[in-house]
């Protein structure tokens, strides 16, 4: 059984920084593709950035400049380095990975950022 374990979200500051974390474990190999989302309340789930198993990465208009996403391959585990965090980039973030033809979702992790 495969699980994707977020953490890193919290509280913080307009201005401040969170790096989030999602660590794949159990039956998952050759991942090709990692990536997070993120939903705000009343809002569709968004892409905020993602990155092939090469290494090519790709954000949000809105995140761009501010958010860098990278991976560890060894231990399957995605990153996601928030900086110059703004009010509107409160929402729950999830963390998504694709593996050999099938879809994972992680549980999500809140981030709060007040102005």
């Known amino acids: 059984q495969v699980q994707l374990v977020e953490s890193g979200g919290g509280l913080v500051q307009a201005g401040g920084s969170l790096r989030l974390s999602c660590a794949a474990s159990?039956?998952?190999?050759?991942?090709?593709?990692m990536a997070w989302y993120r939903q705000a309340p009343g809002k569709q789930r968004e892409l905020v950035a993602s990155i092939t198993n090469g290494g090519i990465t790709n954000y949000a208009d809105s995140v761009k400049g501010r958010f860098t996403i990278s991976r560890d391959n060894a231990k399957n585990t995605v990153y996601l380095q928030m900086n110059s965090l703004k009010p509107e980039d409160t929402a729950v973030y999830y963390c998504?990975?694709?593996?050999?033809?099938?879809?994972?979702w992680g549980q999500g992790t809140q981030v709060t950022v007040s102005s």
């Open positions: 998504k990975v694709v593996a050999q033809g099938r879809l994972y």
């Open positions: 159990g039956s998952i190999f050759n991942i090709n593709y």
